[in-house]
């Protein structure tokens, strides 16, 4: 059954003048978005990156309570090299970003489809809607280093980030993860969709 603004605009254009290819454009449309699954692009934008654009409540004294925004390596990779979506990155109090964290640890991570090119191969504007990409808001954690699975987690991090070696030893780099609380996806023309934290943790890809 046609959702109600797809029978809106199928009405609109036979009021005007009747045009089978944007009658077929509109339906070919709907249909794309109906077989949308958000959850899966989400965890595949999420893996395809190998950094975020991060943004955080700035405590740098020239521009102190505005939003800053910073570039961040991550990897949700397990040791086999599979996606897990459990985001992992290095940060270090030199910069922005470790620095606003301990002040206010709510971030927000984003990724476009953008990162790869991908929509530039499809003639697609980064602002396109049909151009993906996701939001995830969360809290910042710092990763125990006596834990058991730090080790393990740095090593992956560093298989897939090989600089990080050098940033660690100079800068003192530490690790964390994302406790993701939400996420939006904007995937398609009607604006963003919400999506379900446990889901995104659960699907395969």
């Known amino acids: 059954m046609l959702l109600p603004s797809v029978i809106t605009i199928l009405l609109v254009s036979y009021t005007q003048a009747y045009s089978a290819l ?6 070919a449309e709907f249909k794309r978005e109906s077989e949308l699954n958000h959850t899966k692009i989400v965890r595949e934008l999420v893996h395809r990156a190998n950094w975020a654009s991060v943004g955080t409540i700035s405590t740098n004294g020239y521009v102190k309570d505005y939003p ?9 990779n397990n ?10 990155f290095l ?19 984003m990724f476009t489809d953008e990162q790869t090119l991908n929509c ?5 504007d980064p ?25 393990s987690s740095l090593r992956v991090f560093i298989d897939r980030h ?6 660690i030893a100079r800068h003192q780099f530490y690790l964390c993860e994302l406790d993701i609380q939400n996420i939006f996806v904007l995937d398609f023309y009607g604006g963003p969709h919400q999506v379900n934290v446990s889901d995104y943790y659960a699907i395969n890809i």
């Open 22 to 27: 944007q009658d077929a454009q509109v339906i």
């Open 68 to 76: 800053m925004v910073n570039i961040i390596s991550i990897d949700d």
């Open 79 to 88: 040791e086999q090299k599979v996606s897990t979506g459990v985001i992992r």
């Open 91 to 109: 940060l270090t109090d030199l910069d922005f970003t470790g620095n606003d964290w301990q002040s206010n640890n709510k971030v927000t991570f």
């Open 120 to 124: 530039k191969s499809y003639n697609k």
């Open 127 to 151: 602002m396109e809607p049909t151009c993906a990409r996701a939001m995830l808001s969360g809290q910042v954690t710092k990763m125990d280093k006596d834990s058991p699975k730090y080790n």
């Open 162 to 167: 090989p600089a990080a070696e050098k940033w």
